[in-house]
């Protein structure tokens, strides 16, 4: 069954570093989405992207933070900067059209932020 | 801004017996609802949805109850199964909004064997 994968799992960085996660949506999909859980916190939206530009993206989603789909297949959410509070599980996930509304995610990468 | 709430951060249900999990919205431009089932460490994953223009929806073990008027919905498992044990997710989304969803707090379902 054709899942979302995302890279690495585990992430370290210091503070200040830049962090670039990756994601291969489902390849018939065409939206994409970033989620990222803060641990014990709910999952937030941080943006969506749909032919090639975002469609939208929350408060979080400052510009410290980038999405890119460099070469079709990829999806990469770049953080410049990384802040402490930066620390959290970050999802990838996509959706195969609008009307259905069901969004599929990948397994998350821990980012931690020393 | 909980436009999205599930006021029972846990619940524990024994191995068999029915579990109802209880989500409530303040938006009323949602018109559709989620269910995700999320493991520790891992990706939320779909469980079962439902669209405001149904008030029903049942797959296998699962069933969705949309309530609109009182913008509620939950979810029944029966018969819970030990499984089954997982944070439950309840999200919507609305028309326009590119689909994203918004999520509730979650619920750790405990099925006892």
């Known amino acids: 069954e054709p899942e979302v994968t995302q890279t690495p799992s585990h992430q370290v960085t210091q503070m200040g570093q830049e962090v670039i996660l990756r994601c291969v949506p489902i390849s018939n999909h065409l939206y994409f989405y970033w989620y990222r859980q803060i641990l014990g916190q709910k999952v937030e939206f941080l943006v969506s992207f749909y032919n090639n530009e975002i469609s939208e993206k929350s408060e979080i989603f400052d510009d410290q933070f980038s999405v890119e789909r460099p070469d079709g297949s990829n999806f990469t959410l770049k953080i410049r900067s990384t802040k402490l509070e930066d620390s959290a599980m970050y999802f990838c996930a996509s959706m195969k059209l609008a009307t259905t509304g069901e969004l599929f995610f990948g397994e998350g990468s821990r980012l931690t932020v020393l | 801004d909980q436009q999205v709430k599930q006021n029972s951060p846990s619940l524990s249900v024994q191995e068999g017996r029915i579990s109802i999990l209880n989500c409530d919205y303040t938006n009323s431009m949602f018109d559709y609802f989620l269910w995700y089932k999320k493991y520790p460490a891992e990706g939320p994953t779909f469980l079962i949805s439902?669209?405001?223009?149904?008030d029903k929806n049942e797959d296998g073990r699962f069933t969705v109850f949309l309530n609109k008027s009182a913008k509620h919905l939950s979810l029944h498992i029966v018969p819970s199964q030990p499984g089954d044990s997982a944070v439950y997710f309840c999200?919507?989304?609305?028309?326009?909004?590119?689909?994203?969803?918004?999520f509730g707090s979650g619920t750790q379902l405990t099925v006892l064997p």
């Open positions: 999200a919507a989304s609305a028309t326009g909004s590119a689909r994203q969803l918004t």
């Open positions: 439902i669209s405001s223009i149904k």
